[in-house]
């Protein structure tokens, strides 16, 4: 008895001690105004993901070259492993001085205090408006968008003509005209592969919501279910329900193999996959395929995504980070990294050299990423993103009422809320 | 220090030396303390690395705690039973509770059906290569779920794959096994027979093996067939070894994680998210608050269903 007496105490005691402390009203984090002249020095450790994390050591070979008295250390880290990883780190207070950071994270990542916010010397300008968007919480912005991808209907160009396309469509109404050809005269078993919901399917059915004027947010509050987004996502539902796209695919298949055999000759995806079909096509298969730019409604809007660099506020050798940020951005690192690592550069600029201009189905990309759209920095992004996946899901794989799924996302993203 | 005299025994007892008294009994306050400095090492480590976190998620499960209260772990809201309610009525928690329900009440008695054949056809029937099967049967046990789930996709594919094209042999049209919302739970119970089945079949050869083989020779002289001598003679004398597998199988299914996981996502349509998968979405979500929750209600369903197997399954009472 009395051994549980002491600990209710104990537990009343620990319990009284908790609560929120009151918000204090926090002013906008004031950015660290300049990054100073001259050359980096001193030690910097680098946290970066996957294939960024093993191929950007050959890239700072070059920014040590230029900073003789800076020593650059990259960690390269699994992209399985990296989200629990920052966060053990940011908590513990053990982050590296800068790192690259996923674009979904940077909401998660600032709330927790940890970023340094961008000084004012890096030119917002210089980046791709959407890109640029992705650095911005609440307004602040903590880093710069490193390298980008977005996404374009890919076509088979030999199947097209089939069809009787010699031009790819612009609008939506031409789109679905084409996929529907496809399947009618170039004896295409699905007329375009898109995902009948399920993990990421907001990334393809978003850039059409935007091309229609449709938000996720308006400032706090979250908008699923206004006429412009259940316009686009009755015209999404539409190819599932006219039987142009393929409602029940096998669980995890890719769009490769279905692509090059001509049964889905059309899907809508990344700069990664021309090297994945190539592969896939063999010899010459390049010259079968091209891509377009996302069909217009209001706008043609696309999804960027990739990847940021930011700065961690506990580094001690901030200016030495920044500088290796700024260094990043430059337009002739930004194409040698593409060079070394095709990811695609995130400043303007640098799409005009050679490297880039002269490949033309790379150029479309460059064009879309004018007008690619991210999602909001929340950090509850990813979990609202599930919900509305799933019900993406229902309304392309058992027709679902549109409206009534939009507003089920509505409901629960407001009860999720935004995480700030 | 005053050792307290003792009353003497009347006689027959002989009377302690006070070195003997203090080492039997309760005496000598110097080896309390040195028991205690001996077993501090693993109080310390249990304490930090057992009931400490049991205590934390306890207490996490009653308060708003989400990922970035990770630093100031105790500067939260205690906001009493909400995140039991909202877990109870998040409609897609719910299903994975109907899902992991479907799982277990037929995953359990399958895996069971099945181990318990295999194991007698072990015992009794196959005489020639009985260590290759016994190998066979328990490989899969043993090989990366990762490997395994690659292989079952493949043959799971609804137009090429293996199973589907066996069935077209015989005519039958194979269904979207894990694209169709009504067969993906089917599939994924499938599969997780046929991975875990090894281990209750090992187990149940070895309860076999113990049956005294008197008792069946003297059911035979009686005249019991084959089959009377199984179901009165051997299966009643496994039940020990019934309770344990269906125990460990059915716990080991109530936290089912792994299949969904690298199969299906959980999908199609939410159609094999499981209890343990939504949680794990939910930690990753930074809803410590609430997956806590949710793992503390999936530990009180194992403890009510593992105490109803042992009602269920004691010895005759």
């Given at each position: 008895m009395k051994k549980i007496a002491t600990a209710l105490a104990v537990l009343a005691l620990v319990l009284t001690g908790c609560g929120r402390p009151a918000d204090n009203p926090s002013a906008a984090p004031q950015a660290s105004s300049t990054i100073a002249a001259g050359p980096a020095t001193g030690e910097l450790t680098v946290w970066a993901m996957g294939a960024e994390g093993e191929n950007l050591p050959n890239l700072l070979k070059d920014f040590e070259a230029a900073n003789p008295d800076v020593k650059v250390t990259v960690t390269a880290i699994?992209?399985?492993?990296?989200?629990?990883?920052?966060?053990?780190?940011?908590?513990?207070?053990?982050?590296?001085?800068?790192?690259?950071?996923?674009?979904?994270?940077?909401?998660?990542?600032?709330?927790?205090?940890?970023?340094?916010?961008?000084?004012?010397?890096?030119?917002?300008?210089?980046?791709?408006?959407?890109?640029?968007?992705?650095?911005?919480?609440?307004?602040?912005?903590?880093?710069?968008?490193?390298?980008?991808?977005?996404?374009?209907?890919?076509?088979?160009?030999?199947?097209?003509?089939?069809?009787?396309?010699?031009?790819?469509?612009?609008?939506?109404?031409?789109?679905?005209?084409?996929?529907?050809?496809?399947?009618?005269?170039?004896?295409?078993?699905?007329?375009?592969?898109?995902?009948?919901?399920?993990?990421?399917?907001?990334?393809?059915?978003?850039?059409?919501?935007?091309?229609?004027?449709?938000?996720?947010?308006?400032?706090?509050?979250?908008?699923?279910?206004?006429?412009?987004?259940?316009?686009?996502?009755?015209?999404?539902?539409?190819?599932?329900?006219?039987?142009?796209?393929?409602?029940?695919?096998?669980?995890?298949?890719?769009?490769?193999?279905?692509?090059?055999?001509?049964?889905?000759?059309?899907?809508?995806?990344?700069?990664?996959?021309?090297?994945?079909?190539?592969?896939?096509?063999?010899?010459?298969?390049?010259?079968?395929?091209?891509?377009?730019?996302?069909?217009?409604?209001?706008?043609?809007?696309?999804?960027?995504?990739?990847?940021?660099?930011?700065?961690?506020?506990?580094?001690?050798?901030?200016?030495?980070?920044?500088?290796?940020?700024?260094?990043?951005?430059?337009?002739?690192?930004?194409?040698?990294?593409?060079?070394?690592?095709?990811?695609?550069?995130?400043?303007?600029?640098?799409?005009?050299?050679?490297?880039?201009?002269?490949?033309?189905?790379?150029?479309?990309?460059?064009?879309?990423?004018?007008?690619?759209?991210?999602?909001?920095?929340?950090?509850?992004?990813?979990?609202?993103?599930?919900?509305?996946?799933?019900?993406?899901?229902?309304?392309?794989?058992?027709?679902?009422?549109?409206?009534?799924?939009?507003k089920t996302v509505q409901s629960e993203a407001q009860s999720i809320g935004t995480g700030s | 220090m005053s050792t307290p005299t003792l009353a003497a025994p009347v006689g027959q007892r002989p009377t302690l030396s006070p070195e003997v008294r203090a080492r039997s009994g309760r005496g000598h306050p110097g080896e309390g303390r040195a028991a205690w400095i001996l077993a501090i090492p693993f109080t310390v480590l249990f304490a930090a690395f057992t009931v400490w976190p049991v205590v934390q998620s306890l207490f996490m499960s009653f308060t708003d705690t989400r990922q970035r209260d990770l630093r100031t772990p105790f500067s939260v809201n205690f906001i009493g039973v909400d995140n039991y309610v909202r877990a109870l009525t998040d409609p897609v928690f719910v299903k994975a509770a109907a899902n992991t329900a479907y799982f277990v009440l037929v995953g359990v008695p399958l895996t069971l059906a099945v181990a318990l054949l295999a194991a007698v056809a072990l015992d009794k029937g196959i005489t020639r290569l009985r260590s290759v099967y016994r190998l066979g049967f328990y490989t899969p046990v043993i090989t990366s779920i990762v490997a395994v789930a690659v292989v079952w996709r493949f043959i799971l594919q609804p137009e090429s794959g293996l199973l589907n094209t066996v069935l077209g042999w015989f005519g039958v049209q194979g269904p979207n096994w894990l694209g169709d919302p009504a067969w993906s739970m089917p599939s994924l119970i499938m599969m997780a027979v046929w991975r875990n089945f090894g281990t209750g079949m090992i187990i149940f050869l070895a309860g076999l093996q113990s049956v005294p083989y008197s008792l069946q020779e003297a059911a035979a002289i009686d005249g019991a067939n084959g089959w009377q001598r199984f179901w009165n003679i051997t299966f009643p004398l496994l039940r020990p070894t019934l309770l344990f597998v269906s125990v460990t199988t059915a716990v080991g299914y109530l936290q089912f994680f792994e299949e969904p996981f690298v199969m299906t996502s959980g999908g199609p349509l939410n159609s094999t998210i499981s209890l343990s998968m939504y949680t794990y979405n939910q930690f990753g979500y930074g809803n410590y608050g609430l997956a806590a929750a949710m793992s503390y209600l999936i530990f009180v369903v194992i403890a009510v269903v593992t105490a109803l197997q042992f009602r269920l399954l004691r010895e005759n009472t």
């Open positions: 699994p992209w399985s492993a990296a989200h629990d990883k920052f966060t053990t780190a940011i908590t513990a207070q053990k982050t590296p001085d800068l790192a690259m950071i996923g674009t979904t994270w940077m909401g998660e990542f600032a709330g927790l205090g940890a970023l340094d916010p961008t000084p004012s010397s890096i030119d917002k300008n210089a980046f791709f408006p959407g890109a640029w968007g992705t650095t911005e919480v609440n307004g602040t912005s903590y880093g710069i968008p490193w390298y980008v991808e977005t996404r374009l209907v890919y076509y088979r160009t030999d199947l097209a003509e089939k069809a009787g396309i010699t031009t790819p469509p612009t609008d939506w109404d031409g789109l679905k005209a084409m996929a529907k050809a496809m399947q009618d005269k170039a004896g295409a078993k699905w007329g375009i592969n898109l995902q009948p919901g399920g993990t990421g399917s907001w990334q393809t059915v978003m850039p059409f919501a935007w091309s229609n004027g449709a938000q996720l947010n308006n400032g706090d509050a979250w908008t699923f279910d206004t006429p412009q987004m259940s316009e686009a996502v009755k015209y999404y539902q539409s190819f599932f329900t006219e039987g142009i796209s393929n409602k029940a695919p096998a669980a995890n298949e890719t769009a490769e193999p279905s692509f090059v055999d001509g049964s889905q000759p059309m899907f809508i995806s990344g700069p990664w996959m021309m090297s994945a079909v190539e592969k896939v096509g063999g010899k010459g298969f390049a010259d079968k395929y091209s891509v377009m730019a996302m069909p217009t409604r209001q706008t043609s809007a696309s999804f960027v995504g990739g990847s940021n660099f930011g700065v961690f506020k506990n580094s001690q050798n901030k200016d030495a980070a920044w500088k290796l940020v700024q260094w990043l951005a430059q337009p002739e690192v930004q194409v040698k990294w593409y060079q070394l690592s095709t990811d695609l550069p995130s400043v303007s600029s640098a799409w005009q050299d050679p490297a880039l201009a002269s490949d033309t189905k790379l150029a479309t990309f460059g064009t879309q990423l004018q007008t690619a759209v991210a999602p909001p920095s929340f950090a509850t992004w990813e979990q609202v993103a599930a919900r509305f996946d799933a019900e993406i899901e229902k309304v392309t794989k058992t027709g679902a009422d549109v409206d009534a799924s939009l | -």
